[in-house]
Every structure is written in structure tokens, then in C-alpha cells.
């Protein structure tokens, strides 16, 4: 079926970024884009009005990490020093009982239901705030194969691969992190993942595609990291993985091989465009790391690596990317990355500029138009792709409208240019309609078949259940209330 949607503003694509077209036209047939401009004479078979609504390719999201999990929302306002705002080794790193060997690859205890519950609100929650293609950023195999169920389900596009390792930090009787990087554990989780992409690449009639994940350069030996690497050429697929994200990692390294985290990738020959780095933002030129002869951003522009940067997670942990400016002009492709939460990738889009306006003390730095396109073809760019984050005829029919003229709010008006009104005063709440591979996800805000409300009551019951026993396994034993103080004194009656 032939479906032209009449649009007030539509995105359209110039041959190396985006255009603006007044009043434009698009017409896709099947899963694919016929026709963008400002008019169309020829035959169809439906229209959407779209009339005074941004028409405009799906949002790529290249940093998710599955499963509303609880202590994700008790990362905020605290944390433990040390760490220097890294919350994965506050709220994610496991005990290690004495004489317990290193952690596999599914981790012992996971509930089916549980998983099936993460998997549904993170598909749903990326869905509809307009996201139409993500990375899975290593979860482990069990909320793969559920992340994969939903997505079947719900029509996203998805690049899924568990993630695998030599050994992960954990945390001793004393609070210690310790970690043992063992080879065999790692030619383990390597074959267990190169397994699951032979299963499930090009599968749900192609939206899925496999990605290796070496899930960070910390937890891997360079022996891993050249397997990876390998793999990726043979299989050409790309990669992604946590890379000069920590404080801790960058002197952790340093001190192990006498290189920085991204040299490390460099000496095992990942370096290139569809690595995806997660974060990136403690390289050697970061001038809080005080390293001298940083040569870091030289090897990541050079190679033209891409970085998934995650703005509104990192910015909570007093982190943020030094600078938007000095990467992009280093050749660093800027993707962008929603990570835990909110998988808002328009609020994203703000952070991320005003971010990118103060590291890089210029207001004319991170523009509307430069967030835009990293959400959009910066991610296309990180998957090897030309197919999507992009309205043109032959890319994939990905597409979403986002109603920037709604009667019931004033945040929009008035409005000048439909990105900088985006960027500057939107929510994915304004996402009024998906179309994914030529076919309509959601339609006035809605999710066929997915009662909102009640997958919403569902997590916020299993988050206070997990709350309420939040003491038994956190690292030091404190309750939830003690790891995320209250913004004010609770009173109950």
C-alpha cells in the first residue's frame, strides 16, 4: 500500500545532512520511502494529515541498557565519592562470597516474569518517545532473548548481542572492588555470544541485527578485545563498548598496560567508525584526569570512531562531555544514547546541547541542528548504515510525527524553526505517531495492543518490592532510603 503523509514541516535529507521543507509531502510504499519534497501528483492509497506536525525520520538510540531496573532510580542526588560518579559499582556491583568464582554470563536469580517485565517497558518506553532503532548495550542472554520477544512484538528495530567479558568488578566483605580476569571465562561469554547473533541476526523479517559487545576494555584482556575484533570483520558487524567512561577505569588501565583505555583499542586495532564507545568522555584530553601528552581525541577523530553520548545520565553524576566542539572538530561522530532512563531522546537532544554550549564555552556550539542529527544520522553513521535516520527515497520507511502545535500546551508557541522548537521545548510525550518499517507502531500517542497504565503499575510495584528488600544485597547494607536520600523528611500517618 502506497501512504503519503502531508506534513506542516518535514525533515527531509540533502545528501549529507537534513533540509526543512514548508508544508513538505512523504510517500512510502511498503517498508520503504518513495518520495520526499514539497509536493506529490501521483497515485495513493491512504494519507495522513500531519498538517502543523513535524514529520521526521526515526530517532536512533545507540546506548540502552535493558530493564527498568529499580536501583536506577536511585542513582540520583548520591552515590559514594570514590566512585567518582560511576553508579554502576554503587548500585550494580555484586557481592562476592568467599571462594565464589567470577560471575557468568546469566546471572543466578533472574525471575522469567521478572525479565519479561523489564524487556516490555523498556521496548514500550523507547517506542513511544519515537525511538525506532536501538543498541542493546550487552545485557545478559536471558533479557536478550526477552528484549528480542518484545521487539517482535512491538516492531522496533534492534542490534542485540549479550555481552561478554574476563571478569566484572565486584565488591568484597569489606567494600573492596575486587576483579580476576580469567581467559577461559572469557572465550565463555565470547562463544556464548557469538551463538546468540548466529540465531538471531536478520531475524523479525530483518529489523534485528547482531552486535559484539565486549562489555567494557576493562573487563576484557586484549587477547578478548583482538577476538572481538576479529569476529567483527569476518562477520561485518559492529561493535560497542564501554570506553573511557571512569575515572577509576582510566588509572585502572593505566597502571595495568601503560595505556589509556582508548589507546588500548587502538593497540588491538578497533579503532573505526562503527565502534560505538560508550560515553568517551574520560579520554587523556579531559583535563580532570591531569594526563599528560593526551593524544586520545587524535586516535578517536582520526579513526572516526563514533561515541554514544549519553547526556542526561552522565550530567546527573556531575559528568558531562569535554567538549561537544573538540570532539566534532577532532572527527568524532557524536551519536546519542539514552542509557537507563528517562529513553527520552528529545530531552536527551537538549541536554546535550546545553551541555555542549557550557564544556565547550561557546552558545553556538551543539546547535539545534547538531543534536538533531546526532539522534538521527550519527546513529546511522555508528551502525554502518544509509538506509535509516534519514527521510529519503530507498531508506527504510522510519518515521515519526511529533505534534509541535498541540492545542492543550503552550511550550511550542511561538515557533520559529520546528528543530529549535523541538529541541529547546519538547518531550517524547509529543511523539504522536511511529511508523516502523512501513508500519504504524503507534498512532495518537497509543501502542496497539499495550495497556500503559497497567505495564506502569506493574514496574512501580515491583520497584518498591525490590526497595523494600533493598538492604539484603546492596554492597554495604543500606536500605533503599539510606543509598537515595529523601528530597525531604517523609511524614506518614
Known amino acids: 500500500m502506497r501512504t503519503l503523509i502531508r506534513g506542516g514541516w518535514v525533515v527531509g535529507f540533502g545528501g549529507v545532512t537534513h533540509t526543512l521543507i514548508r508544508n513538505g509531502v512523504v510517500v512510502y510504499e511498503g517498508n520503504r520511502i518513495l518520495h520526499v ?43 559514594r565519592p ?45 517506542l513511544r518517545n519515537g525511538i525506532t532503532t536501538f543498541v542493546e548495550f550487552g545485557a545478559h542472554l536471558g533479557m536478550q532473548d526477552a528484549i528480542l520477544a518484545q521487539v517482535d512484538r512491538l516492531g522496533l528495530r534492534a542490534y542485540l548481542g549479550p555481552g561478554f567479558y574476563c571478569g566484572e568488578w565486584e565488591v568484597d566483605a569489606e567494600g573492596r572492588l575486587v576483579r580476576d580476569l580469567d581467559e577461559a571465562t572469557g572465550e565463555r561469554t565470547f562463544r556464548a555470544a557469538l551463538d546468540f547473533i ?41 561493535l560497542a563498548t564501554h570506553a573511557a567512561y571512569s575515572v577509576l577505569e582510566f588509572h585502572d588501565l593505566m597502571q595495568r598496560y601503560h595505556k589509556t583505555p582508548i589507546e588500548i583499542l587502538d593497540s588491538v ?82 541536554m546535550a546541547s546545553y551541555l555542549g554550549k557550557l564544556t565547550s564555552r561557546n552558545l553556538l556550539a551543539a546547535s539545534a541542528g547538531e543534536v538533531f542529527e546526532a539522534a538521527t544520522l550519527g546513529g546511522s553513521r555508528a551502525l554502518g548504515r544509509d538506509d535509516i535516520g534519514r527521510l529519503a527515497p530507498g531508506a527504510m520507511a522510519d518515521i515519526v510525527i511529533i505534534d509541535i502545535s498541540r492545542r492543550d500546551v503552550l511550550r511550542h508557541t511561538p515557533s520559529f524553526d520546528p528543530i529549535k522548537t523541538l529541541v529547546e521545548c519538547g518531550i517524547g510525550d509529543d511523539v504522536s505517531t511511529v511508523i516502523i518499517d512501513g508500519v504504524r507502531c503507534v498512532e495518537n500517542g497509543h501502542i496497539p495492543g499495550l495497556d500503559l497504565g497497567s505495564l506502569r503499575d506493574r514496574v512501580q510495584h515491583a520497584a518498591e518490592a525490590s526497595w523494600a528488600n533493598w538492604s539484603a544485597t ?15 523528611p517523609r511524614v506518614t500517618q
Open 474 to 488: 546492596d554492597t554495604f547494607g543500606r536500605t533503599a532510603e539510606q543509598m537515595s536520600p529523601p528530597s525531604f
Open 198 to 238: 548466529a540465531r538471531i541476526d536478520g531475524s523479525c523479517a530483518g529489523r534485528v541485527k547482531g552486535l559484539l559487545v565486549p562489555r567494557s576494555v576493562e573487563a576484557c584482556t586484549p587477547a578478548l578485545l583482538r577476538r572481538a575484533r576479529e569476529a567483527a570483520d569476518e562477520l561485518k558487524l559492529p
Open 82 to 126: 570514590e566512585y567518582y560518579g560511576t553508579p554502576l559499582l554503587d548500585a550494580g556491583a555484586k557481592r562476592r562470597p568467599a571462594g565464589t568464582p567470577t560471575s557468568t554470563l546469566t546471572p543466578q536469580g533472574d525471575v522469567t516474569a521478572r525479565i519479561e517485565l523489564e524487556a516490555t517497558f523498556t521496548v514500550a518506553e523507547l
Open 37 to 79: 519534497g514539497s509536493t506529490y501528483d501521483g497515485r495513493c492509497d491512504a494519507t495522513i494529515n500531519a498538517a502543523d506536525k513535524l514529520v521526521a525520520p526515526g530517532f536512533i538510540d545507540v546506548h540502552v541498557h535493558s530493564g527498568d531496573r529499580a536501583g536506577h532510580r536511585l542513582i540520583s542526588d548520591g552515590g
Open 269 to 350: 586495532g578497533l579503532l573505526r567508525p562503527t565502534l560505538n564507545i560508550g560515553h568517551g568522555n574520560f579520554i587523556a584530553d579531559n583535563p580532570n584526569l591531569n594526563s599528560s601528552g593526551a593524544r586520545d581525541l587524535e586516535l578517536m577523530g582520526s579513526a572516526g570512531v563514533s561515541v554514544s553520548h549519553c547526556a542526561l545520565n552522565i550530567v546527573r553524576r556531575a559528568r558531562a562531555l569535554e567538549s561537544w566542539d573538540r570532539y566534532r572538530k577532532a572527527g568524532v561522530n557524536l551519536a546519542l544514547g539514552t542509557d537507563t532512563y528517562p529513553r527520552d531522546m528529545i530531552m536527551n537532544m537538549r
